[in-house]
């Protein structure tokens, strides 16, 4: 069984650095893309970007490129989402997804992380 | 950039009721539209993905259509645990947009 276990909630200041995490398991962690998506709450979803743990290749969304980066470990099957100076308008759940084996929306999720900045 | 745009935004309906969302992109996608269900607090879940392709587990009176730009999900008689929010997403080369979301809500 697909599973991605994400780290638990976060609180920063404005200007403060943050990674969180998403381990995948029960699947070849380096052969399936995982996004990562943001959602604020009572709005729809938004996709952030993508990484494929075998090569590391990223794509992103562009209103987030140069704001995030996007990594992955393949030795410890851990996907990352990282900021170096997070804005209040970062506050928001942040869910990791795994692609299908047959197709490229998200079959799996994470349970989601939320993320507040605040000062 | 490829939009979506999702309708209605709000749904009101009784159980048993056949219901319709709507979702139109900007361009074409062939059919690479996925629909997933969101409760409160919870991460959405994949109901049908390349537009009329159940994913496994999801009863039967949900199903998917259409192609190109227009696609409709549809709940063929609804049930109590289906008063949720629904939204489409289309997926084409690693690159995905969600539409706003129809909130299913009951009468």
């Known amino acids: 069984e697909v599973q991605l276990v994400q780290s638990g909630a976060e609180v920063r200041k404005p200007g403060q650095s943050l990674k969180i995490s998403c381990k995948g398991s029960g699947y070849r962690f380096s052969n399936y893309w995982i996004g990562w998506v943001r959602q604020v709450p009572g709005k729809g979803p938004e996709w952030v970007g993508i990484?494929?743990?075998?090569?590391?290749?990223?794509r992103y969304n562009p209103p987030f490129q140069g704001h995030v980066t996007i990594s992955a470990d393949k030795s410890t099957a851990t996907a990352y989402l990282q900021w170096s100076s997070l804005k209040a308008s970062d506050s928001a759940m942040y869910f990791c997804a795994r692609v299908k084996d047959d197709g490229d929306c998200f079959g799996s999720w994470g349970p989601g992380t939320l993320v507040t900045v605040s000062s | 950039d490829i939009q979506v745009t999702q309708s209605p935004s709000t749904l009101s309906a009784s159980v048993g009721d056949r219901v319709t969302i709507t979702c139109r992109a900007s361009?074409?996608?062939?059919?690479?539209l996925a629909w997933y269900q969101q409760r409160p607090g919870k991460a959405p879940k994949l109901l049908i993905h390349q537009a009329s392709r159940l994913e496994g587990g999801v009863p039967s009176r949900f199903s998917g259509s259409g192609s190109g730009t227009e696609f409709t999900l549809t709940i063929s008689s609804l049930q109590p645990d289906d008063f949720a929010t629904y939204y489409c997403?289309?997926?084409?080369?690693?690159?995905?947009?969600f539409g706003q979301g129809t909130k299913v809500e009951i009468k």
């Open positions: 361009q074409s996608i062939g059919d690479w």
């Open positions: 997403q289309q997926y084409n080369s690693l690159r995905y947009t």
């Open positions: 990484v494929y743990p075998g090569d590391s290749e990223t």
